[in-house]
């Protein structure tokens, strides 16, 4: 055993690492309170009179709108991804067909593909569609990344659950669709909360997808803060508010399903 | 059940279909008629093969992806040794160094924007008070990527660092318990018991990690736009610019397919070392 001292010190060590690790971080949260000029002094002050300026004149922009725009993407996207998934996953799981790692694959290059590769097709088929600038559009390619998603979490998921419990269900005289709504869905809660979060979450950061297909309209909050640069005379104080509003949510949610991060991120690949 | 996974390939193998047969063409935006001129189907990829832009993009990209990756597993792997402790304090620091990973990538950009500004970056004003008259990293060509670096690295050590604490955790103690009684010093047990364990988490964290440095896009459009010149201008950089800022899709597209093909591989990759679709049970 390593003695107090040692101990200790190794606490303390870790402690200080993580201040400094997150420094840049707390850095933007403080900017965010911060006057102009504040911003600007030089050396900076640890105790300087909050301000609440910053949010308030950005909720007078259109970021509002963005901000909505993204709540409104973010949770339609969770809501489709997982009605849609949920089943794919069941139905992964119980497959026996051969294929099974064709299929494992499709999935994760689906997840892992560079955005650009489905941003190219979709924009060319949103053109005539006339999706581009829509949030609609937008719920559609969050698709081609939360879908996989969800089958990736779920499927592991459904792996450990003994058929036995539907096919009990089959004898009974349930079909196949009553014995995955009636026994395994109700036994999915806390997996399929994590994953909804996940979703959300992935739909929420996400930036290249929306700074392509979206102009005014459907303009999602992080692609309005980039925005925020463009003016003449950077605005930073208001893009510091913009950016901790963006990750508030982001923090809060990651908070909760910080056990669920490894597997959604990797798929099972290590279990959490 | 069938109708969902149709869904999943209507979003997904639709479009790379789509992406595919586009890079056959010579689709430039501002020539409709470009879109279904299949006259000459492989001007594209030669032309891939000609250019010393999308050559130079690329060894950027081996630049960033091997700077990135090796930093993130070495800082992850020193972070989770020192985390995996049994503690209060240290469990909960756990949580507070995921922060990072899951910010939103165009906060983290920003942050760093913040960072290399010399008029607001506290970096640069501390270092200028010490008398060291920094350049702005961003602009300058010597430290454009290596600032790249800083940022991403930063982004993304907490996920080497909870893969491997993940990794951990199932290292059985007999295994240390054996070989302390061996007289293993602390050292020792690390090299010859704990790093040979989470090699395999090692190789699957590394893997993620190289195939998503190919994504690598807020970071480089917020901090330096790829430049100065093209220093920081990675393939899929440079596949945007040619995209959306040139409108040459056709060409774009057949760049593009090379880096989906990239990304297949490596996922393939994942999947033989990890062992998925041979099912165990």
């Known amino acids: 055993m390593t003695s107090r001292g040692a101990r200790l010190s190794m606490n303390v060590f870790a402690a200080v690492l993580a201040v400094l690790a997150l420094s840049p971080f707390l850095w933007l949260l403080v900017m965010s309170f911060k006057t102009n000029a504040e911003i600007f002094r030089f050396p900076p002050r640890l105790f300087f009179p909050v301000t609440f300026d910053n949010y308030a004149a950005l909720w007078e922009t259109d970021f509002r709108t963005s901000f909505a725009n993204s709540l409104v993407v973010s949770v339609s996207s969770t809501v489709v991804s997982l009605a849609i998934g949920v089943p794919a996953a069941y139905a992964l799981s119980r497959w026996t067909g051969s294929g099974g790692a064709a299929i494992t694959l499709w999935i994760l290059a689906s997840r892992m593909a560079p955005p650009i590769a489905f941003t190219i097709p979709y924009f060319l088929a949103y053109r005539y569609l006339e999706l581009l600038d829509t949030l609609t559009g937008l719920v559609v390619i969050y698709l081609t990344f939360n879908l996989s998603l969800v089958i990736w979490m779920m499927r592991p998921f459904y792996d450990q659950l003994p058929r036995s419990l539907e096919e009990a269900a089959w004898i009974d005289g349930a079909t196949r669709w009553q014995g995955f709504t009636r026994i395994i869905l109700p036994l999915s809660g806390p997996g399929l909360a994590a994953t909804a979060i996940l979703c959300f979450l992935f739909a929420w950061n996400d930036f290249f997808f929306a700074l392509i297909l979206t102009r005014t309209e459907a303009m999602t909050a992080p692609v309005a803060v980039v925005n925020f640069m463009n003016y003449e005379g950077w605005e930073w104080g208001r893009i510091a508010a913009g950016g901790t509003m963006i990750m508030l949510p982001v923090l809060v949610f990651s908070f909760v399903v910080r056990r669920y991060l490894v597997s959604g991120l990797t798929g099972g690949a290590i279990k959490g | ?281």
């Open chain 2, 1 to 281: 059940m069938a109708p969902s996974l149709a869904v999943l390939a209507v979003v997904t193998l639709l479009p790379s279909l789509y992406l595919l047969v586009t890079s056959f063409t010579p689709l430039n935006l501002t020539r409709p008629e470009t879109q279904w001129d299949f006259s000459q189907p492989l001007i594209s990829y030669g032309q891939l093969l000609q250019d010393e832009r999308l050559a130079n993009s690329v060894w950027v990209q081996v630049k960033l992806s091997f700077w990135t990756v090796t930093l993130q597993l070495l800082i992850g792997v020193a972070l989770a040794l020192l985390l995996n402790v049994k503690s209060k304090l240290l469990e909960a620091l756990r949580t507070v160094f995921l922060i990072p990973m899951v910010l939103p990538p165009i906060v983290v950009a920003i942050i760093w924007k913040v960072i290399y500004t010399p008029d607001i970056s506290p970096m640069h004003q501390a270092l200028a008070a010490m008398g060291w008259n920094v350049p702005a990293l961003i602009t300058d060509p010597q430290w454009a990527l290596t600032s790249i670096i800083i940022a991403d690295t930063w982004e993304w050590f907490p996920f080497t660092m909870l893969m491997v604490l993940a990794a951990l955790q199932m290292l059985p103690q007999e295994l240390l318990d054996a070989a302390k009684v061996d007289g293993a010093s602390p050292w020792q047990l690390t090299r010859h018991v704990t790093l040979p364990f989470i090699q395999g988490v090692l190789l699957v964290a590394g893997l993620f990690r190289l195939i998503d440095s190919i994504k690598a896009f807020p970071l480089i459009y917020i901090l330096t736009d790829g430049g100065p010149g093209s220093l920081t201008e990675v393939t899929n950089y440079y596949s945007f610019q040619q995209a959306f800022n040139f409108s040459y899709l056709g060409f774009s597209s057949a760049i593009t397919v090379v880096l989906l093909a990239a990304t297949i591989l490596l996922s393939w990759i994942i999947i033989r070392s990890v062992g998925w679709g041979t099912k165990i049970d």
